[in-house]
T-cell receptor, first 114, second 115 residues
Framework: AQSVTQPDIHITVSEGASLELRCNYS??????LFWYVQSPGQGLQLLLK??????LVQGIKGFEAEFKRSQSSFNLRKPSVHWSDAAEYFC????????????FGSGTRLSIRP | DTGVSQDPRHKITKRGQNVTFRCDPI?????LYWYRQTLGQGPEFLTY????????KSRLLSDRFSAERPKGSFSTLEIQRTEQGDSAMYLC?????????????FGAGTRLSVL
């Protein structure tokens, strides 16, 4: 079955340090990939998306992600994290053949060390 | 554009009771989705509407669950005879159906606790 895998359940980084959150998608000739962020008790906010074109995509809040087809990956990066970045991050992909169903990874919880 | 709004934000109920949640999508969006999110997991698709038509339902949506979008605007999700396993965050999203991939915008969710 199609899946999205986020290998890291919880990551802690120091404020000001760089960040990389990993995401692997299972298959799809043309994946439509997303990163969402969820703050405690809140809904999901779209950080960025990749549909086609340039494999390095820029998002909001200083985040970027790189699509690597050879590695089936779509890792999220930020050069310098802020305490306000502490949240749960979800990678997602459209179910192949569906224009409606999004499959989410299980999430990576990011904690920021002062 | 006021975003997707959901009401209530929290609901505590006793097992066996019925509950209803409401979702108001972004006004020009014709698609509306319901997801369920349990603790430590990503959201799971439940169902979606295009305008007033319910086009797809997940196997997760048991016969105790029913969703409506009567006028193609707001939607309601009702759970009958709630069970403790129904405790979760119920998220609503909306999108404007254009082409193959539609960006979904999420509301803040309704957190259901079944005692």
């Amino acid at each position: 079955a199609q899946s999205v895998t986020q290998p890291d359940i919880h990551i802690t980084v120091s404020e000001g340090a760089s960040l990389e959150l990993r995401c692997n998608y299972s298959y799809g000739a043309t994946p439509y990939l997303f990163w969402y962020v969820q703050s405690p008790g809140q809904g999901l906010q779209l950080l960025l998306k990749y549909f086609s074109g340039d494999t390095l995509v820029q998002g909001i809040k200083g985040f970027e992600a790189e699509f690597k087809r050879s590695q089936s990956s779509f890792n999220l990066r930020k050069p310098s994290v802020h305490w306000s970045d502490a949240a749960e991050y979800f990678c997602a992909d459209f179910l192949t053949g569906s224009a409606s169903k999004i499959i989410f990874g299980s999430g990576t919880r990011l904690s920021i060390r002062p | 554009d006021t975003g997707v709004s959901q009401d209530p934000r929290h609901k505590i109920t006793k097992r066996g009771q019925n509950v209803t949640f409401r979702c108001d999508p972004i006004s020009e969006h014709n698609r509306l989705y319901w997801y369920r999110q349990t603790l430590g997991q990503g959201p799971e698709f439940l169902t979606y509407f295009q305008n007033e038509a319910q086009l797809e339902k997940s196997r997760l949506l048991s016969d105790r669950f029913s969703a409506e979008r009567p006028k193609g605007s707001f939607s309601t999700l009702e759970i009958q005879r709630t069970e403790q396993g129904d405790s979760a965050m119920y998220l609503c999203a909306s999108s404007l159906a254009t082409g193959l991939a539609n960006i979904q915008y999420f509301g803040a969710g309704t957190r259901l606790s079944v005692l």
